[in-house]
């Protein structure tokens, strides 16, 4: 498997899980603003939409998109129990999750990376504590997302949490989040990861 990131953006989840998951794969660094990967291919050839992650397979054949990315590499090694059983209720909210990160909090980045006004971003950051309002009430008693395991939910969140550093956004004001944060960061595969991606020393 080949692996298309960009350091520290998204695709930093599904980097976490392959490593959680002790799953073999090629990590290729991508330029999204160049859209060419570090040996020079053209990614938008590799991926058309021109986002990471991206996920190539052994027989050639693309997967796209974070939640579903995290998903299948699950699927590939269940021993390591980072996502529940296919078809179970657990399962379904693995997946609400996951779609809550997708929409409510990983979009809800975006204006805060773009150019914009000042009010936008007032209100992007406003809309993001919001948010993260309900996360705290919801990880209250919690030591992961989904309960007392890590799961494919931790490391997308994670991954997404970490921006708040680099939009302004400190999370003191929700020390719930701030110790979880700091509860992931410390796992050896996520360590790893951000060392591989030259996030951390």
């Known amino acids: 498997m080949k692996l298309y990131y960009s350091p520290g953006a998204c695709s930093l989840s599904p980097h976490i899980v392959l490593l959680e998951a002790a799953l073999p794969a090629t990590l290729v660094k991508t330029d999204l603003k160049t859209k060419r990967t570090a040996g020079g291919e053209d990614f938008l050839a590799i991926n058309s939409k021109g986002t990471v992650p991206a996920l190539v397979l052994d027989d050639g054949r693309?997967?796209?998109?974070g939640?579903?990315?995290?998903?299948?590499?699950a699927d590939?090694?269940?021993?390591?129990?980072?996502?529940p059983r296919a078809g179970t209720f657990e399962r379904y909210q693995l997946m609400e999750?996951?779609?809550y990160i997708t929409s409510e909090l990983h979009?809800?980045?975006?204006?805060?990376f773009a150019p914009g006004s000042a009010e936008a971003k007032k209100t992007a950051t406003e809309n993001l504590g919001r948010k993260f309002d309900w996360l705290c009430t919801h990880m209250a008693g919690r030591k992961y997302a989904l309960g007392d395991a890590f799961s494919v939910a931790d490391a997308y969140l994670f991954t997404v949490l970490r921006w708040t550093s680099h939009v302004g956004i400190d999370l003191g004001g929700w020390p719930v989040l701030a110790a979880y944060?700091?509860?992931?960061?410390?796992r050896p595969r996520v360590q790893e990861a951000l060392k591989a991606e030259g996030l951390i020393r």
Do not use: D, W
């Not at 944060?181 to 410390?186: G, K, S």
């Open 67 to 73: 939640p579903a990315i995290v998903q299948y590499l």
């Open 62 to 65: 693309l997967l796209t998109e």
């Open 107 to 112: 979009k809800g980045f975006g204006p805060l």
């Open 181 to 186: 944060l700091e509860r992931v960061r410390q």
């Open 97 to 99: 999750m996951l779609n």
């Open 76 to 83: 590939q090694k269940p021993e390591a129990a980072l996502a």
